[in-house]
């Protein structure tokens, strides 16, 4: 097919250094082949090359004061990938990796998860190398302040509605949402994640995570299997992986293992997630602490896995939860995953598994949920947070929850429908990805060429 393999060539000119970006790319339109020899009607529109170029970027400087006095500079970024369903959404991340490849890779995936949630959102994502850890609580505040400075003019509640990833919770939403109101004198729904007293939808803080859970249940039903009882794999020690924790403990599953970047912990017992919530939420320190209060768990160290995966992949288990970042779980990883009898994987971060990671995956026939349908349930209940600020309502937990299972459930059963439709039933990676593009091709060819 020379219009798929054309159009990467000339990504991997236009976008040199941009791996992290060229490897989604790769993945979506390598799935996207069946469909393009089946119908010439997206080549016709000359499709794909449209939609792997980002409608708009931002990049910029944000200088902010350290409390030594001292002036510090970091780069901003935010990109506008693609509007044809609806305002652009995603959400900031603030740590030193990121590079514009970062938040194209991201806002690239953006484009096609929101198109799977059914709800009117458009793909964007943004950020900044600004590294948090260890910062006082004053410095966060200014850099945010600093960021949003520049950010305000390009966002709005119609238009583009930035939301939390890695190294952006709760306290930074506030700030930056303080100050674009301090900037616009306006009070409304243009970041999502806010507090629950200013704005805020119930259960967002937890949304990605137990969507993630309830996407591994749906593909376990599917295979006639349920989720109690399972010993679960989680990575990660943030956000996604805390409320994957809180999901599987409620629904009698054995979550054994959580991570940082520093190591991983193994809790037989199970995580105890009070503890694990009182290191990352409140005091924010290492996980090496959680001995402190449960001598019996096991702390392994980062460094013992210096180039080649993750402890967290390397022990007995049912169900594994990648919830931290990309490429965090590599091929040595997945071989390890099968051999130890892991059967379903949901992912809960952003493409966690490389590509040789997934073929394995897709080769045994597992039950495997790419990130872009499993984790859809943060954005997703960001949306139901937009819709809650445009009619000045908040919502019950209730009636949140229903929701994002019911949407969790549509997705799953789009990508299983259109995995089907193609020959290729239970592989959720192509179903994903044709039915998430499917719907974003198709408005953009109704729109016009824009
Ligand atoms: P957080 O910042 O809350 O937590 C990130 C966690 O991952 C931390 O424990 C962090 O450890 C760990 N981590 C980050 N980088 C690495 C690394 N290179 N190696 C090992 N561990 C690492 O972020 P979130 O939980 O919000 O995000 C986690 C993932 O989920 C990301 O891929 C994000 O894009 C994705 N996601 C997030 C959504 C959301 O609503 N927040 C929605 C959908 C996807 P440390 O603190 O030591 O750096
Ligand atoms: O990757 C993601 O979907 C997010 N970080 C959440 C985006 C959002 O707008 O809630």
């Known amino acids: 097919m020379p219009y798929v393999h054309d159009t990467l060539e000339r990504l991997r000119k236009s976008s040199p250094a941009q791996t992290e970006f060229y490897q989604a790319a790769e993945e979506v339109l390598e799935c996207l082949r069946p469909l393009f020899d089946r119908d010439p009607y997206y080549h016709d529109h000359n499709i794909i090359e449209r939609i792997v170029e980002p409608e708009r970027q931002m990049m910029f400087r944000i200088c902010w004061t350290g409390d030594n006095g001292r002036v510090y500079v970091n780069k901003g970024y935010r990109v506008q990938f693609n509007s044809a369903l609806g305002p652009y959404k995603g959400g900031l991340r603030f740590h030193p990796s990121v590079t514009s490849g970062t938040i194209k890779f991201l806002g690239f995936e953006q484009i096609f998860k929101n198109a799977l949630t059914g709800l009117p959102i458009g793909g964007g994502k943004g950020g900044s190398d600004f590294d948090p850890k260890d910062k006082s609580d004053n410095e966060i505040m200014r850099f945010c302040q600093a960021y949003m400075s520049e950010l305000y003019r390009h966002i709005g509640p119609t238009s583009d509605v930035p939301a939390g990833d890695i190294g952006v919770g709760a306290r930074e939403i506030g700030y930056l949402y303080g100050q674009y109101k301090r900037l616009t004198g306006r009070y409304e729904g243009v970041l999502t994640g806010k507090g629950l007293d200013w704005g805020g939808s119930i259960g967002r803080k937890e949304a990605t995570g137990y969507g993630a859970v309830y996407f591994a249940q749906n593909m376990l039903k599917a295979r006639g299997e349920n989720i109690e009882g399972k010993t679960c794999l989680v990575s990660g020690a943030g956000n996604v992986a805390i409320y994957t ?88 990883d997945a071989k390890a995953l099968l051999q130890n009898g892991v059967t379903c994987i949901s992912e809960g971060a952003n493409m966690p598994s490389n590509a040789a990671a997934i073929n394995r995956f897709l080769n045994a026939n597992i039950a495997y949920g790419p990130g872009k349908a499993a984790n859809a349930g943060g954005v997703a209940t960001s949306q139901l947070e937009m819709a809650q600020n445009s009619s000045m309502e908040q919502w019950p937990l209730v009636k949140v929850d229903a929701k994002l299972k019911d949407i969790m459930a549509n997705i799953h059963q789009q990508c299983a429908d259109t995995a089907e439709e193609f020959g290729e039933p239970n592989n959720l990676v192509l179903g994903a990805n044709i039915a998430g593009f499917r719907k974003v091709a198709n408005a953009m060819i109704a729109q016009g060429v824009t």
């Open 245 to 332: 924790i809180e999901k599987l403990l409620a629904l009698g599953a054995n979550p054994i293992t959580c991570s940082d970047s520093r190591g991983t912990i193994v809790d037989n017992n199970g995580i105890d997630l009070a503890l694990l919530k009182e290191l990352k939420e409140v005091k924010r320190t290492s996980l090496e602490q959680y001995l402190t209060k449960r001598p019996k768990a096991r702390y392994i160290p980062a460094t013992d896995y210096p180039d080649d995966g993750h402890a967290v992949w390397r022990l007995k288990a049912d169900v594994a939860f990648p919830c931290a970042t990309q490429n965090e779980l590599t091929d040595t």
